[in-house]
């Protein structure tokens, strides 16, 4: 999959930092261990993929001495596994990125059935959710630039299905700096939004005497993961990502099934630094 990404094709492509790589290689390593086990299963009609922001399907690293990488965002990764997935589910409000990734992956050669919306994946879950078969088995990769993803569109998402979500926390690139002059006060409604409005943070937030950074992040990401069970998903693991400079988020997995747990730690017991056959420098 790098070499397919390593040329520049003249589509859309984004710049991120290094640590982009990392998330990327815990979910391309998940993916491949799923599809492996559970492609074809009989208790299943169909194995599927949803991205709610999958933008283009290629980002690249400029590390030191400017030299430029290119790696596979979360959409092509899921399009090139070696066993397929039978419908992928692709949302982007940019309209370029998701015509980018739809020709990427049909460059490919994907078997997938492949639906995509163009729009606020916010709107449009009721529609995705519509096009999703009964007794499928689903993984859902939720990476939104900030708290862009609402709680409602996570539950209407679960509702009625088996559903293994991996969800992009955004707890110091967003929340611990944001909380107290932004949300805790309502002057946005982001974090209401994102937690769920019936989460009642602010009344456990009052009741916090230690506010420094890692109880911060501590604090919100047990308020979703409550918020998660409630739902359904009482099996969950947090990874947290690091930039050069600390912590920059977690990834959050959760599943209503034990076994899910399984796949992830697979996942997670090896990193980008000892696997160099995957996403190597």
Known sequence: ??????????????????????KLFFLAHYLGITTHAMSGHSKFSSLNYIDLFCGSGVFKVVSEGSRVRRYPGSALLAAGTQKTFDKIYLVDQDFEALEAVTNRISRLGCTAELHTWCGDSNLLIDDVVAKIPDRALNIAFIDPYS??????TISTLAKSRAMDLIILFADRMDIERNVEEYYYPRKSDNLDLFLGEDSDWRAEWEQLENRDGGKIRQFFADCYLRQLKAIGYYYSRTKVIESDRGPLYRLI??????????FWDIAESEDVDRQRGLFGY
Request: hydrophobic share 35%; net charge negative; proline share 3%.
């Open 147 to 152: 708290l862009k993803v609402h709680f409602n």
């Open 1 to 22: 999959m790098c070499d397919f990404v390593q040329e520049p094709d003249g589509l859309l492509e984004y710049d991120f930092g290094a640590w982009t790589v990392r």
């Open 253 to 262: 997995y959760a599943s209503k099934n034990e076994h899910g747990l399984k």
